[in-house]
């Protein structure tokens, strides 16, 4: 064997073991408030968490404790409810865009609730113009009917098929009206809204939730 090959496997002999120390992982973890020292961490320590150090007794690594199930719940509530707010929010921010489209300012709420209402009013007055002149006729056609039978005749089938269709026009045009009473209720509710909303937004930005606002903040209420 020459004096070269001797020289070389001596050398790879030597750093054999300063390969195998420095490669070597000791743990350092707790057990009952004692901190231990060992080459590997039981299976059932490990969730508490431990220290990976190195041959020199350096930290290289930090595994943290394992997280118990009801930090996990909170962590998952907590998370569940930043999705909830980040949907909220642009949810929010579309409606707000497309307010912001209808009306520049709190002003042209009221306007538009103005016309709405003058509208809705002027389909009731016309309503009950409608059945002040059917019950004028029912009242004829009734009065028509009560002279027949009072002649000892039946009321022939199309005058009582009148009535009936003089009846049934008032009950609708009395159920066109409740429908348009609460048409107007709710559209002021939603006007308010509006209105509201829109003076929100001349301070904070769309999408702003609710709970984001503080009330002093807001410019004072118009009369």
């Given at each position: 064997?020459?004096?070269?090959?001797?020289?070389?496997?001596?050398?790879?002999?030597?750093?054999?073991?300063?390969a195998?120390?420095?490669?070597?992982?000791?743990?350092?973890?707790?057990?009952?408030?004692?901190?231990?020292?060992?080459?590997?961490?039981?299976?059932?320590?490990?969730?508490?968490?431990?220290?990976?150090?190195?041959?020199?007794?350096?930290v290289?690594?930090?595994?943290?404790?394992?997280?118990?199930?009801?930090?996990?719940?909170?962590?998952?509530?907590?998370?569940?409810?930043?999705?909830?707010?980040?949907?909220?929010?642009?949810?929010?921010?579309?409606?707000?865009?497309?307010?912001?489209?209808?009306?520049?300012?709190?002003?042209?709420?009221?306007?538009?609730?103005?016309?709405?209402?003058?509208?809705?009013?002027?389909?009731?007055?016309?309503?009950?113009?409608?059945?002040?002149d059917?019950?004028?006729?029912?009242?004829k056609?009734?009065?028509?009917?009560?002279?027949?039978?009072?002649?000892?005749?039946?009321?022939?089938?199309?005058?009582?098929?009148?009535?009936?269709?003089?009846?049934?026009?008032?009950?609708?045009?009395?159920?066109?009206?409740?429908?348009?009473?609460?048409?107007?209720?709710?559209?002021?509710?939603?006007?308010?809204?509006?209105?509201?909303?829109?003076?929100?937004?001349?301070?904070?930005?769309?999408?702003?939730?609710?709970?984001?606002?503080?009330?002093?903040?807001?410019?004072?209420?118009?009369?």
């Amino acid at each position: 064997m020459s004096t070269r090959l001797i020289w070389v496997l001596s050398a790879a002999l030597i750093g054999l073991p300063m390969a195998a120390e420095a490669s070597m992982k000791l743990y350092r973890f707790k057990v009952d408030g004692h901190v231990v020292v060992k080459d590997n961490v039981p299976p059932d320590l490990a969730p508490l968490g431990y220290e990976v150090l190195n041959s020199r007794g350096m930290v290289e690594r930090v595994v943290p404790r394992a997280p118990t199930a009801e930090e996990r719940a909170a962590t998952e509530r907590a998370e569940a409810l930043r999705l909830d707010r980040e949907r909220r929010h642009a949810e929010l921010r579309n409606k707000d865009a497309d307010l912001q489209r209808l009306y520049a300012q709190p002003g042209d709420v009221d306007r538009a609730q103005t016309r709405k209402a003058d509208e809705i009013g002027s389909y009731i007055e016309l309503q009950f113009r409608r059945i002040s002149d059917l019950e004028e006729k029912l009242a004829k056609a009734q009065e028509k009917a009560a002279n027949v039978e009072r002649r000892g005749q039946e009321v022939p089938a199309d005058m009582r098929l009148e009535i009936v269709q003089l009846e049934n026009g008032i009950r609708d045009a009395q159920k066109n009206i409740d429908m348009r009473r609460k048409e107007l209720d709710d559209s002021k509710i939603q006007f308010q809204k509006q209105r509201e909303r829109l003076r929100i937004l001349q301070v904070y930005e769309l999408g702003t939730l609710p709970e984001d606002v503080d009330p002093a903040k807001l410019p004072p209420l118009q009369p």
